[in-house]
Structure formats: C-alpha cells, structure tokens
C-alpha cells in the first residue's frame, strides 16, 4: 500500500486532510481518503498547517494488514509512537487469529518529522448515542472537574461509520437527525458536539472485519485527524473484563492508536451493560437520546425490533427503566426475539448472561429461556472453533 499526495484543505470552518492509496499487492483501485473535521468554534490556531499523517497511517494500515501488503509506504513522517503501537496492535491480532503473517512493514518518507505537541491538553470524545459512549461522558463528569485536561470538552460525531457507510448512500438526512438529537444532551453536559466525515469505511475491506478488528483505529484516526493540540481522546468500550472480548475496541489494545499528540484512553471496561445503563437511568436527557440501531429510518432514531434495539431494551428493563422517549416499552415479547434473532450475533449474546437475574427476578421465564437458548448456541460454536474471520 501507498498513502501519498497529502494536502490539506481549509474552507470556512472545515479542515480536511486528503491523501491517495493506491495498493501494490493487490488490484484495488486508487481511491481519495478524506477526513473532514468541522469546528466552527475553535478557540486555538492548529498547530501546524500540515495534513495529518497519523490518522491516515492510522485509519490504513488495518486494511493493509487484512489483505496482505507487504508493506505501507506513506508519503510523510508520522509519529514513531503511533508506529511502534501498530506494530503491537498486530501482534494482538495475530494471537487472536484471522490475520495473515507477518505485519506490513511501515516506511516513512523523507523529511522532518512533525514537531511534538506543546501546549495545554484538552479532552475530546467519540460520541453517536450509543450506550457505552453516554455512559463514557457521565462517568468523566462525575470524575473530573471542569478546568482540569481530562474533562470532555469535545465530542466528535462521525458521518461515514455507523452513519454513511456505504458510499452509494450518504444518509445526510439522518447524520442531521443524529447531530440533531444529540444538541441537547450536549448543552447539559457543555459539550461542544464536531461533525467530521470521513470515507475511511468506503476502502476495500473483508466480511466483519470493521466490528472485529478496524473500528476503534478508525475511531483514533478521526481523533488524530481532529486534534488541535495535545489531547486525550476516550472511546467507549464495549464489553466487561470479566468477558474479554477479541473485538475491536479491547482494553489491551485501544491506546496502542495514540501518538505524542493524541492519548487514546479505552474508558469503561470495569462496568457491564447493565451497570452502565443503571447508571444512565439517572439522566433522563441521556435515556431520551439514545441511539443504538443501525437501521436508517427517516427521523426514527431507533427500529426497536433489531437485536441491538432488543437488547436495549432489555437492559434499560433490568435497570427499573419501564418506558423511555427512544424505545418506547422496555419489555420485550418473546416473539421479536425469535425473529430478530434466530442464530446469535457473535459475542452479543455474553451480554444476555447478564439480564437473567433480571428477568427471573419479574418471573419472565419464557423470556429468559430463549436468551439462554442464544447463549447456549454462541458458547458451542465459541467450542466448535468460532473465530474471526465467519462469525
């Protein structure tokens, strides 16, 4: 792989970083990647006037390394800590299986590298409505004071992930629902919410390889790409330590994405599903604005029939959460789950461990017995040899 002909491009409140990847050991065409970070209240100059090296090497070399490049030849001098991260970053992948061997080498091309971030540290994160995300922002309310460099002061909404996936489909209608949804929740918690955009996801990839291994290092390379200056970026995780989970986003491996300018901290591993949306009752604006369901429904947040918005729903149940503004009820009948969910979902299914006691507790045992069914059937194939790349 080659990433080259790096620009950057400065237009009213956008600032886009664009380069060219092209593909040596394999027939993919070249494409344009670009990441588009808009911030209309910027109250620092950028420190250096250059297209962001990090967020493409970043954002690339996942896919290079899931196709077998021999190597990333970028055309700028990215931060040796990022380098070396990503080297760990593929060795915790090749343990976990379904990568080729060995890792792309990384060549650096000539000149200065750019210089180390000075300045005051500042605290961004990504942000869709998500459970873990909201639940991310509350906990660092509750644990730092405003004034200090760990206290979000930015959430990055990204339009080209869950939201624009696919290039045929920009979905703009509904990145301005989302954007939409999350403005009052934001002034609550004073925040300031940044669109970016990115084409990142259009690159050629492999079945599932954005939920199994590339997401968080796309979530870092939009956070390179909108740093200002030094800066902590949090990501929520997904899954408990108690389940570690060979997933995209994993304690072990999250921060390996950071560089001497970007901290990228994996947040919320110590508390389940449950725990968080428990903690997330006591915030009525953050239970109005939950968005979890990739379904694109016009100005409908949520299809609340999918296994995500099932799940939710039960988890908001477990809490002492009847009803919410983004669901609706939060029992769920049995018969959405046996045709939501015929086969479970990968490793979704050790969430449903967690609201048995729950369930059992308000005597929903036709309920429960499905779920643990889910449960039974992810546990044999996690037996049978169930790995990434076929989940």
């Not at 976990?96 to 961004?124: D, K, L, N």
């Not at 990228?264 to 953050?286: M, N």
């Not at 009847?322 to 086969?343: C, D, H, N, R």
Request: aromatic content about 8%.
């Amino acid at each position: 792989m080659n990433i080259r002909d790096f620009a950057l491009k400065v237009t009213g409140d956008a600032r886009i970083t664009t380069a060219t990847v092209t593909w040596e050991d394999h027939d993919f065409p070249e494409q344009n990647l670009f990441f588009e970070i808009v911030d209309s209240e910027r109250d620092t100059p950028h420190e250096q006037d250059e297209p962001c090296a990090d967020a493409c090497l970043a954002g690339c070399f996942p896919l290079a390394a899931v196709h077998g490049e021999t190597r990333i030849r970028i055309e700028s001098r990215p931060c040796p800590m990022l380098v070396d991260g990503l080297r760990t970053v593929y060795a915790w992948w090749e343990s976990w299986g379904g990568m080729p061997s060995p890792a792309p080498v990384i060549e650096s091309g000539a000149g200065t590298r750019p210089t180390s971030a000075v300045g005051p540290r500042r605290a961004m994160c990504c942000l869709s409505g998500g459970v873990d995300g909201l639940h991310m922002l509350l906990r660092n309310r509750q644990v730092y004071r405003k004034g200090e460099p760990a206290y979000i002061r930015e959430a990055l909404l990204i339009h080209g992930f869950d939201i624009g996936k696919r290039a045929r489909d920009p979905e703009n209608e509904r990145v301005q629902m989302a954007l939409q949804r999350l403005q009052p929740l934001a002034a609550e918690a004073g925040v300031r919410i940044i669109p970016c955009r990115t084409n990142l996801r259009h690159l050629p990839t492999k079945p599932d390889f954005w939920t199994h291994r590339h997401n968080v290092a796309a979530l870092a390379a939009v956070g390179h790409a909108a740093a200002s200056g030094p800066s902590f970026l949090f990501i929520a995780g997904a899954y408990h330590l108690a389940n570690p989970v060979p997933m995209g986003s994993h304690p072990a491996v999250d921060g390996l994405f950071s560089s001497q300018r970007v901290t990228v901290i994996h947040e919320g591993a110590r508390f389940s599903r449950v725990d968080k949306v428990r903690d997330l009752a006591s915030w009525p604006t953050a239970l109005a604005t939950l968005r979890v369901c990739a379904a694109n429904l016009g100005d409908k947040a949520n299809c609340g029939v999918c296994e995500k918005c099932l799940g939710t729903r039960l988890e908001l149940l477990a809490a002492g959460v009847e009803e919410t503004e983004a669901f609706g009820p939060s029992l769920t009948p049995v018969e959405l789950w046996q045709a939501a969910v015929p086969v479970p979902s990968g490793h979704r299914a050790l969430r449903y461990a967690d609201l048995l006691p729950f369930l059992r507790a308000r005597g929903l045992f036709d309920l429960c017995k499905v779920l643990e069914e889910k449960i039974a059937l992810y546990r044999q194939r996690i037996r049978e040899g169930m790995r990434w790349p076929g989940l």
